[in-house]
């Protein structure tokens, strides 16, 4: 699967809406591949006081819901496909399900991929 097919499997789930005053979700969406060849794809949640998550947690939690933990490409979009590198708390997140994630390919923006260990290089160990 290439990161093209997982960037419109993604880009296929945003949907920005406000579910309450304090809650808005599916302004980006995050699909990832597995090493069994799976694939899982999430969405953000914004709620106040700092209860939300980001789309690859989402995808994340799908996966390990079906006993994966091991994440061979992941991307993460939003509205038109505008890529997003995962943040510092999602890059640590998915290094601590499965350390073996350090190989793990990243698409950062349309023409670039890195492995989770170039974008992670001092972990909290």
Partial sequence: MTFEQL???A?????PRQLTEYCHVGLVSSALLTEKGHV??????????GMGFCA?????????????SRIQKI??????????PPCGR?????YRINYDNLDTEILVD???????????PYRYD
């Fill in 7 to 9: 960037k419109e499997m």
């Fill in 56 to 68: 690859e947690h989402s995808a994340i939690a799908q996966m390990i819901a079906n006993g994966e």
């Fill in 11 to 15: 880009l296929e789930k945003v949907n």
């Fill in 40 to 49: 899982y794809v999430g969405v953000n949640i914004d709620a106040s006081s």
């Fill in 75 to 84: 991307v993460a979009v939003s509205v038109g496909g505008k890529v997003y």
């Fill in 90 to 94: 999602c890059r640590e997140f998915i």
């Fill in 110 to 120: 349309d023409n670039k991929v890195v492995k989770l260990s170039e974008i992670l």
